[in-house]
């Protein structure tokens, strides 16, 4: 880091929330600061708490290869691939359950 860097002050993330929301401040935060690529990785542990500091504290010593890597293995891990069901879709499903019973 340049001489009289000061890191800027990051959202904290504790594993729940948005993570790629967290990683689009923490990318920004960081570029307004002066930090670009690989630098990001040594900041990022700054912007952890929880279980997310957790989980990056039990990454093995050299198992992350720059920025875009160790994005992708936090997006890997936090991002819930799970989608939201609407009320719609639920009613929709139970009614098409209902209506199948009755037909048998």
């Not at 690989?38 to 720059?66: C, E, M, P």
Request: hydrophobic content about 30%; aromatic content about 14%; some cysteine.
């Amino acid at each position: 880091m340049p001489m009289g860097y000061q890191p800027p002050k990051f959202q904290q993330f504790d594993g729940k929330g948005n993570p790629k929301q967290h990683v689009a401040h923490f990318v920004e935060t960081c570029n307004n600061a002066g930090t670009y690529g690989d630098h990001l990785v040594k900041q990022f542990v700054r912007s952890l708490k929880g279980n997310a500091f957790d989980w990056y504290t039990d990454l093995k010593a050299g198992s992350i290869n720059g920025w875009e890597h160790l994005e992708q293995e936090f997006l890997n891990r936090f991002y819930n691939t799970r989608r939201t069901v609407s009320m719609v879709e639920l009613t929709n499903s139970r009614q098409w359950k209902e209506s199948r019973r009755l037909h048998q």
